[in-house]
């Protein structure tokens, strides 16, 4: 008999938490109580700027995706390909507002993504 939707192995393995979680830095509370019980981002994203006014080495950490690890490995049944990034909307949209004017109008974060592939190992 197959094993039905949430079950092990099934769908509802591959939960995964994002959005702005207003997580201000790693070392803060909110991060330690974010990855306490064993949420853990792609490390691929941890030195991109998650908002616009982000400066180069002094990077936020609002938003997130994240999904469960154990032992070093992802606990999902999609298998992470270890690529992950933002989206520099700001290079593409409204190039002739200044930072300011494009946060009114859209946002002042980078959409984040990672990539997954629903093939085998």
Known sequence: MAAGLGQVGQ???NLIALGDFNIDR?????YQAFVSQGLRPPP???DL????????????FYDQIAWFWGDGKPE???RYTKRAGIFRWTE???QEL???????RVSDHYPLWAEFSTRGP
Do not use: A, N
């Open 76 to 78: 999902l049944t999609l």
């Open 11 to 13: 769908y509802g393995h």
């Open 49 to 60: 700027p998650r908002t616009t006014s982000d400066l180069p080495g002094e990077i936020s």
């Open 98 to 104: 200044d930072g300011v004017g494009k946060t009114w």
């Open 92 to 94: 593409h949209y409204l």
């Open 44 to 46: 691929e994203l941890d």
């Open 26 to 30: 790693k070392d803060d509370p909110s």
